[in-house]
């Protein structure tokens, strides 16, 4: 009976000595350093607001974007770098926000007062810029986007 428990608690022993985890490398996640510049900027006061959305979903519905930013204005340009985004699709919102309220503001019929701006410079007919129009891909180690606001 000896002779059993020793052959039992050594055949555990020797499984978990030789036993190896065996582990899956994720794949390789690509990014890209991003940078974003903003153009057309009329009066230098104020900030730019930038929303960068990475789905049609978050975009359509305004949910939170990925990345949300305020940039303070100094010259007809802002730029924004230092960022890095993943290889995939994304449309960018912006807005230049010369009161700093944290609106866009707009008069009584709802057209803004204030200048605007979309990823591809894509333009909306009664409303923002549609995903079709604004999105597109990053699929390099380094990209950018200009955005001209009106």
Partial sequence: MKSVYAFLITSIFTMNVFA????YPEKERKVS???LVIEGISDIEGEVRVAVFNSEKSYGEKEDPLHAVVLEVRSDS???DDVEL???KYAIA???DKNV???LDSNFLG???EA??????????????SWKDAHFSIDEKTSSMSIQVK
């Fill in 94 to 96: 912006v807005y230049h």
């Fill in 33 to 35: 350093s991003f940078e």
């Fill in 78 to 80: 802002v730029i924004w």
């Fill in 86 to 88: 993943p290889y995939g």
């Fill in 111 to 113: 057209i803004p007062k």
């Fill in 116 to 129: 605007y701006g979309f990823s591809n410079n894509a333009r909306g007919k009664f409303g923002p810029a």
């Fill in 20 to 23: 190896q985890e065996i582990s």
């Fill in 101 to 103: 309220n944290g609106k």
